[in-house]
């Protein structure tokens, strides 16, 4: 399944851009972890963030971890990304049945209510890099933007939207995101926010419009060319013997008492919902490991 994604930057290297129709990665998200409306649109656009944000990391091992943490019912959504494009991604409360918006769109902000972004880059050498910024809206988007203004200074502009259809499906997704760097020229800048004028129903846009068609609008009147063009999609990197390591990071004791109940012992990936079961005999196996170590 493809979710086509590009990367962008203007002529004079001021102005870089990222753009993504997620639409196949959101359905897989719904489909694995069966969610309501609203929390397939706010996962859908954490998810498409985190893939644009992951194309920024420098090293292709890095990940990026986006985490919202709010007051309103559907608690924690996290999405996790590399810079190959990959992301996963779960809501802590995937069953979040809020009325609509009065103008019939779904209450996205109200789902997620007041709370904290944090964002974790990781590069797998030592400790990973950690920002928290408080949500301007919970509406995903502008806690992106918002994000990039507080922890990085950086000027940016994100936009997301998630489309789903009278069956739950998603009908459409995507987002961009667009960011200034130094240097940009003030004639760039007011071009750049003309041209945002532009962008009225995001969710609606990538049902129709393609991702090179969006790039033009964005920069319309600005040279710019496509660096990259590439495939995301989600998928969850999960194994036993990943599981494993979080068995063995209960430690001894919890270890013994699991043992002693003398039942198989089932671990789920939040992430895509596959199950590992553990007998006695490997959980034997893994407390010897463990005093090995």
């Known amino acids: 399944?493809?979710?086509?994604?590009?990367?962008?930057?203007?002529?004079?290297?001021?102005?870089?851009?990222?753009?993504?129709n997620s639409?196949?990665?959101v359905?897989?998200?719904?489909?694995?972890?069966?969610?309501?409306?609203?929390?397939?649109a706010a996962l859908g656009r954490l998810l498409s963030a985190a893939v644009m944000m992951g194309k920024t990391l420098k090293n292709p091992g890095d990940l990026i971890t986006l985490q919202i943490e709010g007051e309103g019912p559907v608690k924690t959504l996290l999405a996790t990304a590399?810079?190959?494009?990959?992301?996963?991604?779960?809501?802590?409360?995937?069953?979040?049945?809020?009325?609509?918006k009065s103008n019939g769109k779904l209450d996205v902000s109200g789902a997620v209510g007041p709370g904290f972004l944090t964002v974790l880059r990781d590069n797998g050498t030592g400790e990973p890099y950690v920002s928290r910024t408080a949500l301007v809206s919970g509406e995903i988007a502008e806690d992106i933007t918002g994000y990039y203004a507080q922890s990085e200074q950086t000027p940016s502009i994100c936009a997301?939207?998630?489309?789903?259809?009278?069956?739950?499906?998603?009908?459409?997704?995507?987002?961009?995101?667009?960011q200034l760097m130094p240097g940009?020229?003030?004639?760039t800048i007011c071009r750049l926010e003309e041209n945002l004028q532009k962008f009225q129903n995001v969710s609606a846009l990538f049902e129709y419009t393609s991702n090179e068609e969006i790039a033009q609008m964005l920069?319309?009147?600005?040279?710019?060319?496509?660096?990259?063009?590439?495939?995301?999609?989600?998928?969850?990197?999960?194994?036993?013997?990943?599981?494993?390591?979080?068995?063995?990071?209960?430690?001894?004791?919890?270890l013994m008492q699991l043992i002693q109940e003398q039942k198989p012992v089932e671990l789920c990936c939040h992430f895509c919902n596959r199950k590992y079961q553990f007998s006695r005999k490997e959980l034997e196996a893994l407390l010897i490991e463990g005093a090995e170590k």
């Not at 399944?1 to 993504?20: C, E, H, K, W, Y």
């Not at 489309?163 to 667009?178: C, W």
């Not at 940009?184 to 004639?187: D, M, S, V």
């Open 1 to 20: 399944m493809q979710n086509p994604a590009l990367s962008i930057l203007s002529n004079d290297g001021t102005v870089r851009g990222f753009i993504i």
């Open 23 to 25: 639409r196949e990665l």
């Open 27 to 40: 359905q897989n998200a719904f489909e694995l972890h069966q969610t309501a409306p609203v929390v397939t």
């Open 82 to 100: 590399g810079a190959n494009g990959n992301v996963k991604g779960y809501a802590r409360n995937p069953l979040v049945d809020i009325p609509l």
């Open 160 to 178: 997301l939207g998630v489309l789903v259809d009278r069956d739950y499906t998603v009908k459409s997704s995507g987002g961009f995101l667009i």
């Open 184 to 187: 940009a020229e003030e004639a």
């Open 219 to 254: 920069m319309d009147q600005i040279p710019f060319h496509i660096t990259e063009q590439w495939n995301a999609a989600y998928y969850c990197n999960c194994s036993k013997k990943r599981t494993e390591k979080v068995l063995l990071s209960l430690g001894r004791q919890e």
